[in-house]
C-alpha cells in the first residue's frame, strides 16, 4: 500500500516512471519496473474518473476556460493536442476544478461538447466565460450556456503590442492601460474610443482590433466592480497551466488520449483539495448580484 502510494505520488508530482525506480530503492524499497509503475498509475483512474465526472451543484456565475498544449501519438504520428480545464466560482465564492477535456481546440464543435458534458453534470446559472481569443469558445458559451464571453484582457494587450514597434510598445500599452482604470463601463467605453483614434493614425491595424475588440475585452465592467480583478483575464488559471505545462514536459510525448487526463486530472484532483472549502475566493456580496437563485448570506472576507 505504501508503495503504491509513493509511486502515484511521485508520477503525479512529475517524476518519469524511468526515475521512479530510483526513487523506490533510496526509500529503502525494492525497485519496481516500468510496467509495475504503469499499472500502479493506472489506479489512479477511477479516482480521477469519479472527480471528473461528478455532479456539479449549485450555481457557478465565473467559469474560467484555458488550454494548454501538448504532443501525443495518434495513428502512428505525433500530435498536439489541447489540455482544456474550467475553473468556476460559485455563489459562495468558492471555487473548484470542474471539468477536464483532450482534443483539437481549434474546432468550434470540441469546446461545444466540452461545454454541454458540463451541463449535463449539472452546471448551471453562467454569466461569464473568461477565455483567450477564440470564436470557437465564443459561440460555444453563447450557444451551450446563454453567457457574456469575456476576452482575457493580459492576452487582448499581447495581440495589440504586436502591431507597434518595439520602441513603441511602452507608449501603446501605458495609453490602453488608462482604459482599465476607469471607475464606470460608461467612462471606460468612452476612453477606449479616445485611446483608439488617438492611435489608428499611426497604427491602422492596431485601431482596427481596437474597434472590433471593445465589447469582448470591456464585458467584465458589466459586473460587480469587487470582482474585477478576476474576472477580466485568464490570470486565475496561469499557476494550473505552469503546472501542467511543467509535469507534462517530464513525458514529453504520451502514448494516448487517456494517458494525459490520467496525469492533468490527478493533479487538478490535487488543486481541487488544496483550495479550502473554508475559505472564499470571491466576496459573497457580489455573487448574489449575479444569481438568480443565491439566498441572503452574512458578509465574509474573500482571499
Same mark, same amino acid.
Given at each position: ?38 499499472? $500502479?498509475?493506472?489506479? $489512479? ?52 476544478? $470542474? ?99 488617438? $492611435? ?104
Amino acid at each position: 500500500m505504501a508503495l503504491t502510494a509513493v509511486i502515484q505520488e511521485a508520477y503525479v508530482q512529475g517524476i518519469s516512471t524511468r526515475s521512479v525506480d530510483d526513487l523506490v530503492k533510496a526509500l529503502g524499497m525494492s525497485g519496481v519496473s516500468n510496467s509495475q509503475v504503469s499499472r $500502479l498509475c493506472g489506479e $489512479l483512474d477511477e479516482r480521477v474518473g469519479a472527480f471528473l465526472n461528478r455532479q456539479i451543484e449549485g450555481d457557478w456565475p465565473y467559469l474560467w476556460i484555458d488550454a494548454t498544449y501538448v504532443k501525443t501519438r495518434e495513428a502512428g504520428r505525433i500530435v498536439s493536442v489541447a489540455v482544456m480545464v474550467a475553473v468556476g466560482v460559485n455563489t459562495d465564492g468558492q471555487r473548484e476544478v $470542474l471539468g477536464l477535456k483532450v482534443g483539437a481546440a481549434e474546432a468550434e464543435p470540441f469546446w461545444t461538447e466540452f461545454l454541454r458534458s458540463l451541463n449535463r453534470r449539472g452546471l448551471r446559472g453562467v454569466k461569464l466565460v473568461i477565455s483567450d481569443s477564440h470564436e470557437g469558445i465564443k459561440a460555444a458559451a453563447a450557444k451551450v450556456l446563454k453567457a457574456t464571453w469575456q476576452r482575457c484582457r493580459v492576452h487582448f494587450m499581447r495581440n495589440a503590442l504586436a502591431h507597434a514597434g518595439k520602441t513603441q510598445r511602452r507608449m501603446v500599452s501605458a495609453a490602453i492601460g488608462t482604459v482599465f482604470v476607469q471607475d464606470s463601463a460608461d467612462n471606460a467605453r468612452a476612453q477606449w474610443r479616445s485611446v483608439a483614434d488617438q $492611435l489608428r493614425g499611426k497604427f491602422p491595424k492596431l485601431g482596427a482590433l481596437m474597434d472590433e475588440a471593445e465589447n469582448d475585452v470591456l464585458a467584465f465592467m458589466t459586473f460587480p466592480r469587487a470582482h474585477w480583478s478576476p474576472i477580466c483575464s485568464t490570470n486565475p488559471l496561469e499557476r494550473l497551466d505552469a503546472e501542467i505545462r511543467r509535469r507534462t514536459n517530464v513525458v514529453g510525448i504520451f502514448p494516448n488520449d487517456a494517458s494525459i487526463v490520467r496525469l492533468v486530472g490527478a493533479m487538478m484532483l490535487g488543486q481541487n483539495d488544496e483550495w479550502s472549502p473554508n475559505r472564499r475566493y470571491m466576496q459573497l456580496e457580489g455573487l448574489q448580484t449575479v444569481s438568480d437563485t443565491a439566498p441572503t448570506r452574512l458578509p465574509a472576507v474573500a482571499r
